[in-house]
């Protein structure tokens, strides 16, 4: 998909124009009101899974409910969703259910018993506890961005799996691998609007069989409508499933930083200090990655090109940077824009940079920073930073 998703000033120029926001698709997925549903704040157990993908603010703008979550997302467009599988939970009804971001809660689409989804999961036995499944909704990000938003998908993807990882870690869990089999999507009730792309566990295997559902699940459409891009949807339909957790340990601050995280459009370069950018620049990043940090504003540390922590090139990069993100002018008061690459370009190569982008993004919010993720860029001209294909960029400095 890299030809297909192409920006360079010429193409940029011909896709500017004016954006009719009343078309915007919608953003949450809705059951029908019979659904029987149960509210996350009655049950601690979940408190988990209610810290994984929530609203933490909502405002009127033009007329509509503006609402930003505690993960980013490529034009606030939000193109996922989040089922989950309970079994054998105190209080809870077994079931697989929608999250509902905007309510709080969860709708039953499935009563369980002997029957579930582990069997499209690589599972033989019935998993006591949470299965975890995250789709995407194509639509939501192509309405806006065309076939460039099979990158910010995977993005996105990536960011919401390091925040899931870091919710469950805080709340002294584990993540337990699954291996997700064909025909998990037609089990699950969708359509080729939305496709199963990551899936987790949170609990345990147990002993007893499993069988498979005897019938699929509810078939509900992700937005009010829709216009099909089939390379878009074939691309990803022919993605495999991410089951790769992310390395790290618990985050202590993680839930001060989950409710008031922002992508910021301002930076104060005072504001941010050597030690911190120091402690920024040693994040571990994962080897499949590519990773080059430019120094744009710091007080004794040298501005230039930095790679595993060693300056290579000194210099003023303030407008190279901006012209490479698209004169995003905002960039140039940030200390620091950390530059992603990777030698696959892949679907599972932009979800482990967004997986990366999230956790150096907690790292900076620990230190008093902000952080803002930059999917655009003209591709041709990031050959002159990276070596390998680049993937995405970080924006990070102070704040006022």
């Known amino acids: 998909m890299r030809e297909e998703t192409l920006l360079s000033p010429g193409s940029v120029s011909e896709r500017s124009g004016y954006l009719e926001w009343d078309t915007q698709p919608s953003q949450f997925k809705t059951y029908p009101p019979f659904c029987y549903r149960l509210s996350l704040a009655d049950f601690p157990s979940l408190e988990w899974l209610e810290r994984v993908r929530c ?4 405002r009127n703008i033009g007329g509509r409910p503006y609402r930003r979550l505690n993960v980013p997302s490529a034009g606030n467009l939000h193109p996922i969703e989040i089922y989950v599988q309970l079994r054998n939970m105190t209080g809870i009804l077994s079931g697989i259910y929608h999250l509902d971001v905007p309510n709080r809660e969860l709708v039953m689409v499935s009563e369980i018993a002997s029957e579930g989804c582990e069997l499209y999961v690589g599972l033989e036995h019935r998993f006591n506890g949470v299965i975890v499944m995250i789709s995407l909704v194509p639509f939501r990000s192509g309405w806006k961005y065309g076939r460039r938003s099979w990158r910010y998908l995977y993005l996105d993807l990536g960011h919401q799996i ?6 469950v870690r805080h709340f002294g869990l584990e993540l337990t691998k699954m291996s997700p089999v064909e025909g998990l999507n037609r089990a699950m009730g969708m359509g080729p609007d939305e496709t199963v792309a990551a899936v987790y566990g949170v609990g345990e295997v147990s002993h007893r069989g499993v069988k498979g559902l005897s019938l699929p699940l509810i078939q509900v459409q992700p937005t009010d409508y829709l216009l099909s891009d089939e390379v878009l949807l074939g691309a990803i339909r022919s993605a495999a499933v991410y089951t790769e957790i992310p390395a790290g340990g618990a985050w202590p601050f993680f839930e001060r930083v989950n409710r008031l995280r922002r992508s910021a459009r301002e930076f104060h370069p005072d504001g941010l200090g050597d030690e911190a950018l120091r402690f920024l620049m040693a994040t571990p990043s994962p080897p499949s990655l590519e ?5 744009l504003h710091a007080h004794a540390i040298r501005p230039g090109v930095y790679r595993e922590g060693i ?16 004169e995003q002018r905002f960039t140039a008061r940030a200390n620091m824009v950390v530059l992603i690459g990777s030698e696959r370009f892949d679907a599972h ?12 993004g907690y790292a900076a919010w620990e230190l008093d920073a902000v952080c803002s993720g930059i999917g655009a860029f003209y591709d ?10 680049m993937l995405y960029a970080v924006a990070i400095g102070g704040k006022r």
């Open 380 to 389: 041709d001209e990031a050959r002159r930073w990276l070596r390998q294909p």
């Open 55 to 58: 609203i933490t603010d909502v």
């Open 291 to 295: 990773i080059v940090m430019v120094v």
């Open 349 to 360: 190569a932009h979800v482990d940079a967004g997986v990366y982008a999230q956790g150096i």
């Open 311 to 326: 300056c290579t090139q000194e210099g003023d990069f303030d407008s190279d940077i901006v012209h490479l993100l698209l």
């Open 162 to 167: 390091g925040a899931l990882a870091a919710s």
